[in-house]
């Protein structure tokens, strides 16, 4: 019975750690704060894993447990009480007030939100117990992991192009405003791309590891690894995440030059191609898809990014409450408190989107000390890395390559907040700093496990890469010195008192005196209509009611006794429309009754393939006043924005992509890569 159970507990820790790996990827897509019922699940299979790991207790302490509870100190210890002076001295003024207001003078802990620390404490217990797990945890089901990582990212990957693809009506899991971004099993885009990018770099690593099982299967596995790779880059691209494109790109670079390993000339032979046909590549794919292109246009947005000012007073309030610090999750409030009037909007800042400064605003000095710690054991540790080279391939250059993502993308978000994330960061922290011989007593999987691992992950890219070449961009915002109207609220010129302008053509009728009146009378260029009796009449500028009034006081003077006099607009020649910008046949169009936008762009002869689809521009007079409205023309042509009516003297601009006509430029520059990708297509 006892051989038996020996035999079963392990099979069991197994599962246990594959399974909790999958339900965090999948459950926990979305900031732990907001996160609902899935949390308490996820933490309860988390202990049920521990449990099974540790239970019968082993000989001495677990492998990375002081680390652990290293970091889950930090923590607590904004939660011991301190003396009023401490206090007093180091906390706010405004801190201070409250406490005097509410009659808690006496020892208190440093943090202004007991509650909010004590569930980010709970949220790091968790965190911590993910780590102390994967340490524990044989190399075979890291590895298992490894592949269901993978695996999953390619299935978020052909979601996302669901996603895409309906317009945001299918599989929107979290409710998420990136949804059109194709955030797949996250909320946030930023994540996803983070996620696509980590699991590019981590093919490669079993790219090697399956390679080593026969050199016959080699390139096929090279093949397979490339074809998921560039998968999963385009998924990253998808998103428009910036610094999620940026270091996707650059871990699988360096993914590459890790674990495949090739010879000096060879690797500089494979960069040199492998930039020679995805630049021009990516820029065919910006010109005809216009997701890439839409992603590749928030980059010349920058400078704009509201996380400057998000920066800017998280750094205010962070010097506020230094050095103890606000307390671990009570960004939201503390924010609140030093936010500018004139920065207040009906949202909310959720974090600082820089983990390092939120965390130094919530744990202030105490943090610094300990995260500058943990760098100097983490550089430490990662020259050593790089100076061994284990065969088979060991785990710990990829966890380092995971680490140095996280690190890079906490500058400018907050991926470690995201259970599904964190259980990443957990797996990457424990391959990176088990020792040697941690990770290596029960093997690799075996070889027909692995190669159907890789014919899964093959089947999974396949859908989701061409799903994604037909998906619609994403929309950026621009400043405009006209007077701003949303899509949904732009105003019409049809309720608004009509002047009469050249070429206008007026119906006249002088009550009793069919001489005087006319069906038909045009206004000349100079904006006035010859009359008899009276001459030339300047009408332009006027209503046809003040021209009324004007005919009738003219006849009255000399020549009819009281005259009843109509002027009816027979004819506008304001029902003109023009469409400029980036279009195939720009020109002033007539327009009889309803035209729609989408109609417009057809009378254009639609945009050309450098045209900014996001950035359709209508200018409308209303009275006296300028409005102008942005239209996304992929939303249009799916319903989310309205397809408005247009009116009469109405200009429909639409915008040049300076992407778009960048890389076609290089098209251009390289006709030989033009026509291999036009013969491709």
């Known amino acids: 019975m006892t051989g038996l159970s020996d035999n079963i507990r392990p099979i069991l820790r197994a599962n246990a750690v594959l399974a909790l790996m999958v339900c965090f990827l999948l459950l926990g897509g979305k900031d732990a704060r907001f996160l609902g019922w899935p949390?308490?699940?996820?933490?309860?299979?988390?202990?049920?894993?521990?449990?099974l790991i540790f239970f019968p207790p082993r000989h001495g302490a677990p492998a990375g447990i002081w680390g652990a509870l290293a970091a889950l100190g930090l923590v607590a210890l904004?939660?011991?009480?301190l003396p009023p002076r401490l206090l007093a001295r180091f906390q706010p003024a405004l801190i201070g007030e409250i406490r005097a207001y509410t009659g808690h003078n006496g020892w208190a802990a440093s943090t202004t939100d007991l509650y909010e620390t004590f569930g980010f404490l709970a949220f790091a217990l968790l965190g911590a117990t993910l780590y102390v797990i994967f340490r524990n945890t044989g190399r075979a089901v890291i590895i298992h992991c490894l592949y269901a990582t993978v695996i999953v990212a390619l299935a978020s990957l052909t979601v996302a192009a669901i996603q895409i693809s309906s317009g945001g009506d299918t599989f929107d899991f979290w409710n998420s405003p990136h949804v059109l971004n194709g955030p797949g099993f996250f909320a946030n885009r930023n994540h996803q791309a983070l996620f696509l990018g980590l699991a590019s770099a981590t093919v490669w690593w079993l790219a090697k590891l399956r390679g080593g099982h026969s050199s016959r299967a080699s390139d096929k596995t090279r093949g397979i690894a490339?074809?998921?790779?560039?998968a999963l880059l385009l998924g990253a691209v998808g998103t428009a995440s910036r610094a999620g494109i940026v270091l996707a790109v650059g871990s699988t670079i360096l993914a590459i030059a890790l674990f495949q390993r090739p010879s000096r000339r060879i690797g500089i032979a494979t960069i040199s191609i492998a930039a020679g046909i995805f630049a021009p590549g990516l820029a065919a794919l910006a010109i005809f898809n216009d997701t890439v292109a839409g992603a590749l246009n928030r980059f010349e947005a920058i400078d704009v990014d509201a996380r400057w000012q998000l920066w800017a007073t998280s750094w205010i309030a962070a010097k506020e409450f230094f050095p103890l610090g606000s307390g671990y999750g009570t960004f939201i409030p503390v924010y609140a408190m030093v936010e500018p009037i004139d920065q207040l909007t009906p949202a909310y800042a959720n974090h600082a989107h820089n983990e390092y400064l939120e965390l130094f605003l919530e744990g202030g000095l105490p943090f610094a000390i300990g995260f500058a710690l943990f760098l100097a054991v983490f550089a430490k540790r990662l020259t050593a890395i790089f100076r061994h080279h284990d065969s088979p391939p060991s785990l710990a250059p990829l966890g380092a390559l995971w680490m140095i993502a996280f690190l890079l993308h906490s500058l400018v978000d907050y991926p470690v907040r995201v259970p599904s994330l964190l259980a990443l960061f957990a797996m990457g922290l424990a391959m990176t700093f088990a020792e040697h011989g941690e990770h290596t007593t029960h093997g690799s999987p075996p070889p027909s496990k692995d190669r159907k691992s890789m014919k899964t992950m093959l089947r999974l890219a396949l859908p989701g890469l061409a799903?994604?070449?037909?998906?619609?961009?994403?929309p950026s915002l621009d400043n405009t010195r006209a007077r701003l109207a949303t899509p949904d609220a732009f105003p019409s010129a049809q309720h608004a008192i009509y002047r009469v302008g050249p070429a206008d053509?007026?119906?006249i009728n002088v009550f009793g005196e069919p001489g005087l009146s006319f069906e038909a009378i045009t206004v000349d260029a100079t904006g006035t209509i010859p009359f008899p009796l009276i001459g030339n009449l300047a009408v332009s500028g006027l209503t046809g009611e003040e021209i009324s009034r004007l005919i009738a006081g003219r006849l009255g003077q000399r020549y009819?006794?009281?005259p009843r006099v109509t002027v009816f607009i027979a004819r506008s020649a304001a029902q003109r429309l023009t469409v400029e910008g980036d279009v195939v046949k720009p020109g002033v169009f007539d327009i009889q009754g309803d035209t729609s936008l989408i109609q417009a762009m057809a009378m254009a002869q639609g945009p050309t393939r450098t045209a900014k689809l996001n950035e359709i521009i209508v200018f409308r007079e209303v009275g006296e006043e300028l409005y102008v409205a942005r239209f996304d023309l992929a939303k249009v042509r799916k319903g989310i924005e309205p397809n408005i009516p247009l009116e009469g003297?109405?200009?429909?601009?639409?915008?040049?992509?300076q992407v778009k006509g960048t890389l076609r430029d290089v098209l251009q520059a390289s006709p030989l890569l033009t026509a291999l990708f036009v013969r491709a297509l």
């Open 39 to 51: 949390l308490p699940l996820l933490q309860l299979m988390a202990a049920t894993a521990f449990g």
């Open 78 to 81: 904004q939660l011991v009480p």
């Open 226 to 230: 490339l074809f998921c790779s560039l």
């Open 467 to 474: 799903m994604l070449a037909g998906c619609a961009p994403t």
């Open 505 to 507: 053509t007026l119906q």
């Open 560 to 562: 009819i006794v009281d």
């Open 649 to 657: 003297g109405d200009i429909v601009v639409v915008g040049y992509s």
